[in-house]
């Protein structure tokens, strides 16, 4: 009887996880390919992350891909001329691009998101997005409460559509794995974090994506100027430190170190790491409202 329950709480615990397959494409040395190259758009090789999870970005973006027993979810895709590079990385992984059923962002700026709708066409997938970012993917164009709006107005996006709009705490479940966003407007209006579990070799962890720290902008943006703007960056803040967070990731790889954890260099999961990535966002913002409170 013992036996029989414990098989069972296995089964549970890991429905809609399958265990990876060795892809003979997947880098073991991401952080040696890439050196002191950090660009958007330049060439990264795949790496495998945990489960099936992999990395399918640049040296200097982020994109997951996630593997799930009904299809394939990317998010984010970097900007619109390394679309190509994600898709041919996708592919040496040995997947289908046309396998992507959902595509998933963090927020809506052109580095991490301009290449949505050239992908959108290439695979067919449905677009979920946050409610902040929900117009600007739309229309291609920067929300004009966004701190960076005159910045990103230089670098408009190609539409894309938009298939579905998901709140904060609302969840995405496709072939048994379920993924979490969670809005943090800490970056921009539209960010969102999101969180998953990864499975593998009977060991799960929680996942969390969490989205940009940074409080920049424009030049003639002054956030003392921007009380509410404050308050929702450091409501988001206090969202990516609450985050289930066994395993962080980050829209851009140098903000968690994480082609060294990918290359074995640092340890790839580790206790508070959400905690201690939302604590660099609120030091950055306080010596920002310093620096203009000084200005003055």
């Not at 615990?13 to 494409?25: I, M, N, S, Y």
């Not at 619109?80 to 592919?91: C, Q, S, T």
């Not at 999961?269 to 905690?275: D, K, N, T, Y």
């Not at 201690?276 to 920002?288: D, P, V």
Request: hydrophobic content about 40%; some cysteine; overall charge neutral.
């Amino acid at each position: 009887m013992f036996a029989r329950t414990a098989v069972a709480a296995l089964a549970l615990l890991t429905l809609g996880t399958v265990e990876p397959a060795k892809r003979t494409a997947a880098s073991t040395d991401i952080a040696g390919a890439c050196g002191t190259r950090d660009g958007w758009s330049d060439p990264a090789p795949p790496a495998h992350i945990h489960g099936n999870s992999w990395f399918v970005g640049t040296c200097g973006i982020t994109v997951m891909l996630i593997e799930t027993r009904a299809g394939l979810v990317l998010i984010d895709t970097g900007p619109e001329d390394a679309a190509p590079h994600v898709l041919a990385n996708i592919k040496a992984l040995g997947f289908d691009p046309k396998a992507i059923k959902w595509l998933l962002m963090t927020h809506e700026h052109f580095d991490h998101v301009g290449g949505m709708s050239a992908i959108q066409k290439v695979t067919g997938a449905r677009l979920l997005v946050s409610p902040g970012a929900a117009k600007a993917m739309q229309t291609g164009k920067a929300d004009p409460e966004d701190p960076q709006a005159a910045l990103l107005a230089r670098y408009p996006m190609s539409p894309a559509r938009v298939d579905r709009v998901l709140r904060s705490g609302g969840s995405l479940t496709l072939g048994g794995t379920r993924f979490t966003m969670h809005a943090n407007p800490t970056h921009s209006p539209g960010s969102a974090s999101w969180t998953w579990q990864s499975c593998e070799g009977g060991k799960c962890l929680a996942i969390a994506y969490a989205d940009s720290i940074s409080t920049i902008s424009s030049d003639d943006y002054h956030f003392t100027r921007h009380p509410e703007r404050v308050e929702a960056a450091r409501a988001g803040l206090r969202v990516i430190e609450a985050l289930p967070c066994d395993l962080l990731l980050t829209p851009h790889p140098v903000s968690s170190n994480l082609l060294d954890r990918l290359s074995g260099k640092a340890p790839l999961a580790g206790p508070r790491a959400c905690i201690a990535h939302a604590a660099n966002g609120s030091n950055g913002l306080a010596k920002r409202l310093e620096r203009e409170a000084s200005d003055k």
